[in-house]
């Protein structure tokens, strides 16, 4: 769900949206002159959500343990803000001097995305009165009456308020990519198969041809069998012959894209997530070209990748080596991963 501002500029709602991602679900939503109006907005637009959360786009260095943190707490006490400790000694002023000291132990600073039970947000929007535009939602749903969980914030979720905190933003968010780029890893994947007459030829499950097609214990899918070694060889963690022995009868006919997803939850069980794919396939026939973008687009779909993150290209062999002819079909794969810290 994505709530936009009144007067917000059309390039400012495609930017947005882009950025969402591909496979996420997305309602564009005129918001209000107040940030209880456009949650009101977002909120109205809701359907079949049990739960939801709220975040506020200054701050944009929200990370997925924090949205984690706060969902479990949301599901668990209907309502859950993430919040830090105030480290500073807080005075009050006057006329320029310190007046008096503020204890802090009990003082903490309230963060986004702030998690409800969607119709407990609901209500609370329903019963506040109309003039109080309230500070954030954690605080209509307390008036309410309902308790709300605190949840350890994060000091990089900062808010981008003034001039030097988007400076500090910038700063964050460059050591953030510099850390991932280190945590990079590249791994490299093969797999040749003979076409034999009778077999479907399918790409990340996209049928190519149906007279002839890779013969395999699976259902032969060069490019999901080559990419999935490229995934595990980066990550360290073998390759298909392990994962998938075809000694096993249970990976009899596996299809590739389910063998593709498996590989994916066997990454982040060791903690890696695919983040791009480079894939040649080296083939006379079928033609790739013509079924290139929906081969590209099931295989992000399989890795939970974005179109442009995948590249997939066909080459043939030019008279040359043991495929020519059509008596086969081989692939190169180049997968990045990193680290899911």
Same mark, same amino acid.
């Given at each position: ?9 059309? =390039? ?6 882009? =950025?969402?991602?591909?496979?996420? /679900?997305?309602?564009?939503?005129? %918001? ?13 637009? @809701? ?27 949301? *599901? ?15 005075? /009050?002023?006057? #006329? ?20 409800? *039970? ?6 609370? $929007? ?11 939602? &954690?605080?209509?749903?307390?008036? +309410? ?27 964050? +968010?460059?050591?953030? #990519? ?27 499950? @996209?049928?190519?041809?149906? #007279? ?25 963690? %073998?390759?298909? %012959? ?7 009868? *249970?990976?009899? %006919? ?13 990454? =982040? ?10 894939? @040649? ?24 990748? /974005? ?11 030019? &008279? ?7 008596? &086969?079909?081989?692939? $190169?794969? @180049? ?7």
């Amino acid at each position: 769900m994505l709530v936009v501002p009144d007067g917000a500029a059309g =390039a400012e709602v495609a930017e947005a949206a882009r =950025a969402a991602g591909s496979g996420t /679900r997305l309602a564009v939503v005129p %918001g209000g002159a107040r940030r209880r109006d456009s949650v009101a907005a977002g909120l109205a637009a @809701v359907r079949g959500a049990e739960h939801v959360l709220v975040h506020d786009t200054a701050r944009p260095l929200l990370s997925a343990a924090l949205v984690g943190r706060v969902l479990a707490a949301a *599901r668990a006490e209907g309502a859950a803000v993430p919040a830090l400790a105030i480290a500073d000694a807080l005075v /009050r002023g006057a #006329e320029g001097r310190v007046a008096d000291e503020v204890p802090r132990q009990a003082l903490f600073a309230v963060q986004t995305p702030q998690g409800f *039970r969607t119709e407990l947000l609901r209500e609370a $929007h329903r019963q506040a009165p109309l003039d109080w535009d309230a500070a954030d939602d &954690g605080a209509l749903v307390r008036a +309410l009456g309902h308790p709300v969980a605190l949840v350890e914030g994060e000091a990089e979720n900062v808010k981008v308020t003034w001039a030097g905190d988007l400076a500090r933003a910038e700063a964050m +968010l460059a050591a953030r #990519e510099e850390r991932t780029a280190m945590s990079s890893r590249v791994g490299i994947g093969w797999d040749v198969h003979p076409l034999v007459a009778g077999r479907v030829f399918r790409l990340a499950g @996209v049928e190519v041809g149906a #007279e002839f097609g890779p013969a395999g214990h699976s259902d032969g899918d060069p490019l999901a069998h080559a990419v999935a070694d490229a995934l595990l060889g980066a990550a360290a963690l %073998g390759d298909i %012959g392990r994962l998938f022995p075809d000694t096993d009868p *249970r990976w009899a %006919g596996l299809p590739g894209l389910e063998l593709l997803r498996r590989t994916r939850q066997h990454l =982040a069980g060791h903690g890696f997530l695919p983040v791009q794919v480079d894939a @040649v396939l080296v083939v006379d026939a079928p033609k790739i070209a013509p079924h290139s973008q929906a081969i590209r687009s099931a295989l992000a779909d399989a890795l939970g990748l /974005r179109d442009e993150a995948v590249s997939v290209k066909g080459k043939r062999t030019e &008279g040359l080596g043991g495929l020519a002819g059509g008596k &086969g079909v081989a692939c $190169h794969a @180049v997968a990045t991963v990193i680290r899911n810290a």
